[in-house]
T-cell receptor, first 112, second 114 residues
Framework: TQLLEQSPQFLSIQEGENLTVYCNSSSVFSSLQWYRQEPGEGPVLLVTVVTGGEVKKLKRLTFQFGDARKDSSLHITAAQPGDTGLYLCAGVPPGNTGKLIFGQGTTLQVKP | EAGVAQSPRYKIIEKRQSVAFWCNPISGHATLYWYQQILGQGPKLLIQFQNNGVVDDSQLPKDRFSAERLKGVDSTLKIQPAKLEDSAVYLC????????????FGPGTRLLVL
């Protein structure tokens, strides 16, 4: 069974601080996705990383896929209250099944 | 382009009652997914359809949960009878195809079983 361990589960920081969320597995994924979910809404895709070692930037968010394609990280620079939400990583297992394996999520609260 | 539609948005029932959720995917999307998201956890796949056929229902509790997508478009998920531990958000998602890699999620149905 493929599992994704996400840490930390909860994070409460002040506006302007930096933070990193980690997503780890013992299994290899063909790609890894990061989602953000607001209360009362479904997850919204932020980014997909495909190649081992790949780094993608989305404004103040930096996503990295581990060289072995087993882990990933999300780094937010100078967090803002608008970044508050639930961040989910999801691994795509090898094979074109369309299946996603989600981590437990990280609840981020950015206080003004 | 309209997103994934789900109804109802909220439902409160007593244990042992039955409940049904409806999902209308994005037009043209062949693949449809139902997820269960318990508070504080990530979504867990319950069932995946490709058109009107089931691709994966390995984590669907088949003694009480059922789902169908008869015409390959909209879908219903039913729970009968409901248990307290079924309290969760039920998310529907769709993608253009299995291999497309991008799933679009609906707003979910929040179920509370008392």
């Amino acid at each position: 069974t493929q599992l994704l361990e996400q840490s930390p589960q909860f994070l409460s920081i002040q506006e302007g601080e930096n933070l990193t969320v980690y997503c780890n597995s013992s299994s290899v994924f063909s790609s890894l996705q990061w989602y953000r979910q607001e209360p009362g809404e479904g997850p919204v895709l932020l980014v997909t990383v495909v190649t081992g070692g790949e780094v993608k930037k989305l404004k103040r968010l930096t996503f990295q896929f581990g060289d072995a394609r087993k882990d990933s990280s999300l780094h937010i620079t100078a967090a803002q209250p608008g970044d508050t939400g639930l961040y989910l990583c999801a691994g795509v297992p090898p094979g074109n099944t369309g299946k996603l394996i989600f981590g437990q999520g990280t609840t981020l609260q950015v206080k003004p | 382009e309209a997103g994934v539609a789900q109804s109802p948005r909220y439902k409160i029932i007593e244990k042992r009652q039955s409940v049904a959720f409806w999902c209308n995917p994005i037009s043209g999307h062949a693949t449809l997914y139902w997820y269960q998201q318990i508070l504080g956890q990530g979504p867990k796949l319950l069932i995946q359809f490709q058109n009107n056929g089931v691709v994966d229902d390995s984590q669907l509790p088949k003694d009480r949960f059922s789902a169908e997508r008869l015409k390959g478009v909209d879908s219903t998920l039913k729970i009968q009878p409901a248990k307290l531990e079924d309290s969760a958000v039920y998310l529907c998602a769709s993608s253009f195809s299995q291999a497309s890699g991008t799933q679009y999620f609906g707003p979910g149905t929040r179920l509370l079983v008392l």
